[in-house]
């Protein structure tokens, strides 16, 4: 079965610095999509940034970058000039034929 | 606006007392899914619909019913709710099983 695993129940950085959040996945699947999600306290899930397992080039949205890593099954977020309101739970999540999550990681913005 | 809606958004029921969760969406998604929020456990999916009458279970699908009547619905039915199933729970869609999932703003609720 496949599993999300984030090591990280909580992780802090100063603002402006850069974070990376780490995330591994076990599966047996060669085809899958992995995504980042953002839960800020208003508990609404925010789609981050989504990685299709066939690409070797990590996906990037502005700020937000994957360091994909297929054979090693590690999928990490890197946040970088890092603002308040990146301040929420952020999870990782794999597809193939369901979505399955990780337990998420609290990320704390030091003013 | 495209989105996804849920009613109520805030629940307080007693044990045994049938209750249902809407959900709708307005971006003509064939895909949606229910799941269930729990501190320390991420989300889980409780049951997903591919399309119209076509429904399947999650991982956690006892004490839930769903239906599909509509490509725009995708009510969540607890017939005799119990006091383990207070949760925070979201519906999602998206256009197919692999596309990025909208999440609605989540419904709370608390069974005693």
């Known amino acids: 079965a496949q599993t999300v695993t984030q090591s990280q129940p909580e992780m802090s950085v100063q603002e402006a610095e850069t974070v990376t959040l780490s995330c591994t996945y076990d599966t047996s699947e060669s085809d899958y999509y992995l995504f980042w999600y953002k839960q800020p306290p208003s508990r609404q899930m925010i789609l981050v940034i989504r990685?299709?397992?066939?690409k070797q080039q990590n996906a990037t949205e502005n700020r937000f970058s994957v360091n994909f890593q297929k054979a090693a099954k590690s999928f990490s977020l890197k946040i970088s000039d890092s603002q308040l309101g990146d301040a929420a739970m952020y999870f990782c999540?794999?597809?193939?034929?369901?979505?399955?999550w990780g337990a998420g990681t609290k990320l704390i913005i030091k003013p | 606006e495209a989105q996804v809606t849920q009613n109520p958004r805030y629940l307080i029921t007693v044990t045994g007392k049938k209750l249902t969760v809407t959900c709708s969406q307005n971006m003509n998604h064939e895909y949606m899914s229910w799941y269930r929020q729990d501190p320390g456990l991420g989300l889980r999916q409780i049951y997903y619909?591919?399309?119209?009458?076509?429904?399947d279970k999650g991982d956690v699908p006892e004490g839930y019913k769903v239906s599909r009547k509509e490509k725009r619905n995708f009510p969540l039915i607890l017939e005799s709710p119990s006091p383990n199933q207070t949760s925070l729970y979201f519906c999602a869609s998206s256009l197919t099983r692999v596309n990025e999932q909208f999440f609605g703003p989540g419904t709370r609720l608390t069974v005693l």
């Open positions: 999540a794999y597809l193939n034929y369901q979505l399955i």
């Open positions: 619909s591919m399309n119209v009458e076509v429904t």
């Open positions: 990685q299709e397992a066939y």
